[in-house]
């Protein structure tokens, strides 16, 4: 687990990932059945519906002190970003998923910040990419 003592510190680790890998765009691309981007552009649909929820879950188990709910919730961000490509937001989800039944409170709390302002990046990134991506 990698540490970090401020919101500096954590830029500064996930600094070399990209914020969306084209690859994984490729990859969904592969599992259309039509050959287009239908399919990716479902998953990106799903991603954005889906994520602000996990987010709240994640806020609201973090208050209750639900160490169960707040690592099932920041495994599932983590997966999801994966799956799209947006590497940043999945090592902060990745972090926080380790320091989730741990009693790191201010990690945690520094970790949640960042994973909301990332979440907001790779939203707009993923519209422009959707609406590069020919149907």
Same mark, same amino acid.
Request: glycine share 4%; charged share 25%.
């Given at each position: 687990?990698?540490?970090?003592?401020?919101?500096?510190? /954590?830029?500064?680790? *996930?600094?070399?990932?990209?914020?969306?890998?084209?690859?994984?765009?490729?990859? @969904?691309? @592969?599992?259309?059945?039509?050959?287009?981007?239908?399919? /990716?552009?479902?998953?990106?649909?799903?991603?954005?519906?889906?994520?602000? =929820?996990?987010?709240?879950?994640?806020?609201?188990?973090?208050?209750?002190?639900?160490?169960? &709910?707040?690592?099932?919730?920041?495994? &599932? /961000?983590?997966?999801? &970003?994966?799956?799209?490509?947006?590497?940043?937001?999945?090592?902060?989800?990745?972090?926080?998923?380790?320091?989730?039944?741990?009693? @790191?409170?201010?990690?945690? =709390?520094? /970790?949640?910040?960042? *994973? =909301?302002?990332?979440? &907001?990046?790779?939203?707009?990134? @993923?519209?422009?990419?959707?609406?590069?991506?020919?149907?």
């Amino acid at each position: 687990m990698a540490d970090f003592n401020s919101w500096n510190d /954590l830029e500064a680790m *996930i600094a070399e990932e990209p914020m969306l890998d084209p690859s994984a765009f490729d990859n @969904l691309r @592969l599992l259309d059945r039509n050959g287009g981007s239908g399919f /990716l552009n479902r998953m990106v649909d799903l991603f954005c519906r889906r994520a602000p =929820e996990l987010i709240q879950q994640i806020r609201a188990a973090a208050q209750r002190g639900d160490t169960d &709910s707040l690592h099932r919730a920041a495994h &599932s /961000l983590k997966t999801s &970003s994966a799956t799209l490509g947006a590497r940043k937001l999945a090592v902060l989800c990745r972090q926080l998923e380790a320091r989730a039944k741990t009693t @790191l409170f201010e990690d945690r =709390e520094v /970790l949640m910040s960042a *994973i =909301e302002v990332e979440y &907001s990046k790779v939203e707009q990134a @993923l519209a422009g990419q959707v609406e590069k991506t020919p149907h």
